[in-house]
């Protein structure tokens, strides 16, 4: 007999920011998938697609679930918090479980905030929630943080992590109505990284360990989402070339398995350190074409005070290599790192602008908790803003620095984030339109089934018009054309 039979799983909203519906949440896939393996039914409720907490409301009348999950990001968690405490007034016999990033960097101190929370998963959810849902008691769970008889939040210690990622099934998103999607699969090949950048909340989020799944369980995936009319993928692992010999695996599969019109972007970084030449090459040919560097500072010394683990010379040539490759390249990078002055900062600008990219934004850096930097910044006294309070809205795309240090301070940083960031609007501007012209031109191809001398015929004549006109027109001009071909 279990405990929990019916699951209704909720991905969080985040009203009012860039991330308003960020794309298929591959964690809840996961979920979702180890649920129905252990024959627990389950259904989905994205809330950062319905945007609606009546349908929510009505969604639970309707499912009647004997247990809510509801996956969670630090960012705008205190709007999360306030809808589950709407639900638990509404359906107070529905205990809630939250797990997602939140829970694994803030742990017991979410409960304590948000009464509605029965259960807490940190790290990785899947053999956590199973557990519960077979009706282990919670002090015997690993992973579980629970109220016990009188009250009391406790936590009965962090999980293993799944060495064997091939173990667990991957997302198939059967429960989700993938038509309301946008039609670009995340794809995510390992969890964890070893490395120990200062700032990263990574390793409290999902661990240091790194474990992979093997090449062709990563090719299955792709060859099933390619039969399903997926052409367009994204990596979203945190270091997908570490294993090197794993990535050519990972191309000879696609290749053995004829899957030569994918297209794959690796937008949220590798490593320099971790790809050459060669691995390069062998990635463009079969279909990776947009490749993103967290390149975060210009000068070794600034590195150094990151704990990077990678130098200026290092990062110079891979991305030079990617862009000899004709990548479509990315560049990231931190504003006010420990010691770095506004000079350091002139240093990241010009070795962004050595390179023909196509994006190079500058980001003000968020001390997490459990970070190195969260640590170094509470210690100097560095806050200008509360983690209580900044913990909810910031994020990289709004310029308010959240600590000032005497080498950089506070105004400093606000005039450095919009000034760099102008002068990359600018220096990116010709490659940027190249990568909306090369987007046009694929979309055409999916959809006309036409090539060659043609296509660059009829993208021509698409684009050209847009050719003279301003970003902001060009990027209208692509959103409604983008609308019209999803009609
Ligand atoms: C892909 C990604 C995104 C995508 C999200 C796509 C999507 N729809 O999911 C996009 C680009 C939109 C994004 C945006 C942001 N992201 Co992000 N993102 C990631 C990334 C790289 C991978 C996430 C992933 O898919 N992991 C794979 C799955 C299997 O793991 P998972 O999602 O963590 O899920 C597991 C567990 O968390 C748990 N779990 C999750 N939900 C639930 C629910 C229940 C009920 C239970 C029991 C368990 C559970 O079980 C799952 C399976 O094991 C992570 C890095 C990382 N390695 O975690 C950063 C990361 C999660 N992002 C982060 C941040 C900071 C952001 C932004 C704030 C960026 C910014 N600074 O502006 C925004 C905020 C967006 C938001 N929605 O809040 C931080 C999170 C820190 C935190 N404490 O919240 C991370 C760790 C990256 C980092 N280095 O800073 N992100
Ligand atoms: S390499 Fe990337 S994911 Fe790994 S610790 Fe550094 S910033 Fe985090």
Known sequence: MKTFDKILLINADY??????????PVGIGYLSEVLSAAEIDNQIF????????????????????SLIGYSLFTFRHRYNYKVMENIKKAFPSVPIVAGGPHLSTLRE?????????????????????????????????????????????????????????????????????????????????????????????????????????????VVEDFEYWNKQGFRDFSIADDNFTFYQDRVYDIADGLKQKGLTDIRISCGNGVRADKVNYDLLKRMKEVGF?????????????????????????????????ACDLDYQVGLFFLIGSPYETRKDLDDSIKLAQEFPVCEASFYNLIPFPNTELYEWV??????????????????????KPLFATPEFPYEERKKAYHYANSLMKKHVKKEARKREVWLIKQKLHDYYGISGFLLDAVTWAYTLPLLQGTREEFMAYIRRHGQKEDA
């Not at 509470?378 to 709004?398: C, G, I, M, R, T």
């Open 15 to 24: 009203p009012d920011s860039h991330y308003y519906f960020a794309g298929l």
């Open 289 to 321: 074409y947009y490749m993103a560097f967290g390149v975060e500072g210009g000068n070794d010394r600034v590195l150094k005070n990151l704990k990077k683990g990678e130098n200026i010379e290092t990062i110079r040539n891979a991305v030079k290599m």
């Open 46 to 65: 994205d809330l950062s697609l319905e945007r609606d907490i009546n349908k929510l409301k009505k969604k639970i009348e309707t499912y009647r679930p």
């Open 378 to 399: 509470k210690k100097n006294d560095y806050f200008v803003e509360s983690p209580q309070e900044y913990l909810d809205w910031a994020s990289h795309w709004v310029n």
């Open 109 to 217: 101190s979410v409960l304590m905030d948000c009464e509605a929370i029965d259960f807490g998963v940190t790290l990785e959810g899947e053999r956590t929630l199973v557990e519960l849902c077979e009706g282990k008691e919670p002090y015997r769970i690993k992973g579980l943080i629970y109220r016990d008889e009188c009250g009391k939040i406790s936590y009965s210690g962090d999980r293993e992590f799944i060495r064997d990622l091939d173990s667990i099934p991957s997302p198939r998103y059967k429960k989700f109505n993938l038509k309301r999607y946008p039609k670009n699969m995340n794809i995510v090949t390992s969890r964890g990284c070893p490395y120990s950048c200062i700032y990263c909340p990574v390793k409290a989020t999902i661990g240091k360990m790194l474990r992979v799944k093997s090449a062709e369980s």
